[in-house]
């Protein structure tokens, strides 16, 4: 099984029927596995040199967009997705926590998820306790 359909099984009740935004997806590999259960799939990032060609099949809709301004609409995600992106984004974690908060639904979740090294060292560092492992995937969990 693809790294990240297992990912999506691990948090498939913040998935399933809901509308999600991957930040700083790169590839997209993620979003591609969210679309199978999700009701609608968004996902940005700086640029789309890297981004899967599966993306426009899977119906996932992606938009070149800095993550720290987004033009997303106040409260319109249920969950949104951070995954091996930390140590890329680091340095203006405080300006995309800010827009994430924004942009997420009031009872929605924000999860920020690392499986290299690079990422999950400075999770670890950052998060402290709340960076917890899952089946080899560290995971933040935030709320608004
Ligand atoms: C390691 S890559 C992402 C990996 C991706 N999640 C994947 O699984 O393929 C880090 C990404 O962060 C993006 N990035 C950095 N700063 C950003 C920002 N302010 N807004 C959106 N994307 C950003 C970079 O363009 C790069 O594609």
């Known amino acids: 099984m693809k790294k990240t359909d297992r990912l999506v099984n691990i948090l498939a009740s913040d998935i399933e029927h809901k509308d999600v935004l991957e930040v700083a997806c790169g590839a997209a590999d993620f979003s591609i596995s969210a679309a199978r259960i999700a009701n609608r799939v968004s996902c940005i990032d700086l640029d789309d040199s890297r981004l899967n060609n599966q993306v426009k099949?899977?119906?996932?809709?992606?938009?070149?967009?800095?993550?720290?301004?987004?033009?997303?609409?106040?409260?319109?995600?249920?969950?949104?997705?951070?995954?091996?992106?930390?140590?890329?984004?680091?340095?203006q974690w405080n300006m995309i926590e800010r827009e994430c908060k924004r942009v997420i639904k009031g009872m929605g979740k924000i999860y920020i998820i690392g499986t290299w090294s690079l990422?999950?060292?400075?999770?670890?560092?950052?998060?402290?306790?709340?960076?917890?492992?899952?089946?080899?995937?560290?995971i933040v969990e935030m709320t608004k």
């Open 57 to 91: 099949q899977n119906n996932v809709h992606f938009q070149i967009m800095d993550a720290s301004n987004m033009s997303y609409s106040d409260n319109e995600f249920d969950t949104i997705v951070i995954y091996n992106a930390f140590f890329h984004i680091q340095s």
């Open 119 to 138: 990422d999950t060292n400075l999770m670890i560092d950052t998060f402290g306790d709340n960076a917890i492992w899952h089946d080899g995937f560290l």
